[in-house]
RNA sequence: GCGCCCGUAGCUCAGUUGGAUAGAGCAGCAGAUUUCUAAUCUGUUGGUCAGGGGUUCGAUUCCCUUCGGGCGCACCA
């Protein structure tokens, strides 16, 4: 538990025993005051009690005052103008959260999932090239929103779906067997809504090589490429080929999914049909016009959908139902799904879904990810695929690197636009924010470095040999960043928010360069320098974590 | 037209579920290097929180409205 929530709990239990009143810990604040301000945390519990107890709220805050004065860990509490009631904590006590968090990730952990199971898809692009830019930014906040879920208490499965069932794969296929045909010097043409890109013909020089002459020789004289027998191979070929290319890219990118689920499979299993008729006997479909249609209405959404077209063929949202439904039954408890910013129109279609299976509409929460703007040098790129100007996540990566680009994208709230200047997440310098955290750490592994040859025992700076009683204000300011962080990697779950955790993460290397450039941690004081120690093992754990979380390299040297 | 997101410092953005003097980074200005890495630090300039109305002890935050920007409104995926 973070020191936080032990605060809450303990103002909590006092308003209970004091006015027999249940507050929420999240109803009320507690949280560094501003400076020029007393103690080590604030709380405006006297404020949000003022109401219901019909009290002045400086009162109420001087009779909670009263009481926490008596908890073991409380040096002293003053109550402030309209009654923020500000604690200061004893030293003590912070020595043990910092040995705490040095001796176990525990420390770091909360249990606001309660270990329930989430599963947190992200990405599911169409199998049918390679990835984008928006995809990238799906990686990397549905990657660390699950790493940072991973920390508070849930059991979480991360997991991408493959649209290998519709027409998008269907052209795939096709524009791939043209490309293949003309190697061999035929006229086959990509079909018009087929995909362009040159990176259909490497595919087709892959199987090409793969398959040897003797299949192209099968193949024949066809003037229908679709009915032709050998159709499926290539579709497969295709699908095979993108979905390791995209692995690839999301491996380099730190991203691993536990599971490429495929659309298809759904449809060989029978599952589309399973779940049908459990919509089916809920009397949510109804036909019209020889189709037939989901009342999502009934739900909230602008129109129904159809769900089996007049051709008699499945629309992509006959699979989303089965597959919403394999998902609970494989015991999920909460779906999360992270959408790029042209699905919007899906909320409330997803959220039908849920409902239509007999389930609570809380069961599933959508993202939905704002877009992209490539910027160079503070000019908007546009682009576009027929343009020929699209930039894939692979040349992102190539140009900016990993932890550039994954701290980029996580760095801003995913409500927002997001502006990527390609420029600016290249330059090693000031201007770029992952070098400040990257150098802070390698400060940091320098110092002890340097410890090695002045302390050959690293037992000598263990939370039983040093003391805390006395604290230089960088240093009480930087404990205090650092056992403040396992309670911000809990808010930035409960906010879903991981731009919450990097800009509190950017907040602690900034304390400790403020620490580094004013004290020194090598010196003749040998119990002021094994306390520094201390606390900088703690602050070393702190980074790895946050590092781990984020996705970006912990360097030990730069 | 309807729906979703957004409008906060010159630029890019936070803002802890309605609370302390609205905060960072960059840019600008003035400083700091015989000391563990200056990719750093210290100080400073800059705000009608898009406009208007409402709710209340208190609003950047909630409600209504106007204006401005982005995106979406398929028997495509």
């Known amino acids: 538990m973070s020191i936080v929530e032990t605060l809450k709990n303990g103002i909590k239990a006092i308003v209970k025993n004091k006015y027999g009143l249940d507050v929420e810990t999240s109803s009320f604040d507690l949280a560094a005051p501003p400076e020029n301000q007393p103690g080590h945390f604030g709380s405006n519990i006297a404020m949000v009690l003022a109401k219901p107890l019909k009290k002045a709220p400086f009162l109420i805050g001087e009779e909670i005052a009263a ?292 389930y609570e509409k809380e069961r599933i929460r959508v993202i939905i990810l704002q877009q992209v703007n490539l910027l160079e040098g503070g000019e908007k790129m546009k682009m576009s695929k027929r343009a020929g100007n699209f930039v894939s996540l692979d040349e992102l990566l190539e140009s900016v690197g990993k932890d550039a680009a994954r701290y980029f994208f996580v760095m801003r709230s995913y409500t927002s636009h997001l502006d990527f200047d390609m420029e600016l997440a290249k330059e090693q310098s000031d201007k770029n924010p992952v070098y400040y955290l990257q150098y802070a750490y390698a400060r940091l592994c320098n110092i002890f470095e340097k410890a090695k040859e002045a302390v050959k025992d690293s037992t000598e700076y263990n939370a039983d040999r040093i003391s805390l009683d006395v604290l230089e204000k960088e240093e009480l300011e930087l404990v205090r960043a650092i056992i403040l962080i396992p309670g911000y990697i809990r808010e930035s779950a409960e906010r879903e928010a991981p731009n919450w955790l990097t800009e509190k993460v950017h907040f602690l290397a900034s304390f400790f360069h403020s620490f580094y450039g004013k004290l020194r941690v090598m010196q003749e004081d040998r119990g002021l320098m094994l306390k520094r120690l201390f606390i900088l093992k703690a602050l070393k754990r702190t980074f790895e974590v946050c590092f781990g979380i984020i996705g970006i390299t912990p360097r030990e040297k730069m």
């Open 67 to 358: 009481a926490l004065k008596t908890m073991d860990h409380i040096a002293d509490v003053e109550v402030i103008k309209p009654g923020y009631t500000n604690l200061t904590l004893k030293h003590e006590f912070y020595k043990t959260e910092l040995d705490n968090m040095i001796r176990s990730d525990s420390a770091f952990k909360n249990d606001l999932g309660k270990g329930k199971t989430v599963n947190i898809e992200f990405v599911s692009a169409n199998p049918v090239g390679p990835l984008n830019i928006v995809s990238g930014r799906a990686a990397a906040y549905g990657d660390t929103l699950a790493n940072i879920l991973d920390y508070s208490g849930y059991r979480t499965v991360r997991e991408t779906y493959v649209n290998d069932f519709g027409r998008q794969m269907h052209l795939f296929a096709l524009s791939l067997m043209a490309r293949y045909l003309q190697l061999y010097g035929r006229n086959n043409q990509v079909p018009e809504e087929g995909y362009q890109g040159e990176y259909v013909t490497d595919i087709a020089k892959a199987m090409k090589e793969e398959k040897g002459e003797i299949f192209y020789k099968s193949i024949g004289e066809v003037s229908d490429l679709e009915a032709c027998p050998q159709y499926a191979q290539f579709r497969a070929f295709g699908l095979k080929h993108v979905l390791n290319w995209q692995n690839r890219t999301l491996e380099k990118f730190g991203v691993k999914f536990d599971r490429w689920f495929s659309e298809t499979s759904l449809h060989e299993s029978g599952e589309v049909a399973g779940a049908f008729k459990i919509i089916e006997k809920r009397g949510l479909f109804y036909e019209k016009e020889d189709a037939v249609w989901f009342k999502t209405t009934d739900f909230g959404d602008d129109k129904d959908r159809v769900v089996k077209k007049t051709d008699g063929g499945f629309t992509y949202f006959a699979s989303d139902i089965a597959y919403m439904q394999n998902k609970i039954k494989r015991g999920t408890d909460l779906i999360i799904n992270i959408l790029g910013p042209d699905h919007h129109g899906y909320v409330k279609r997803l959220e039908s879904i849920m409902q239509g299976l007999g």
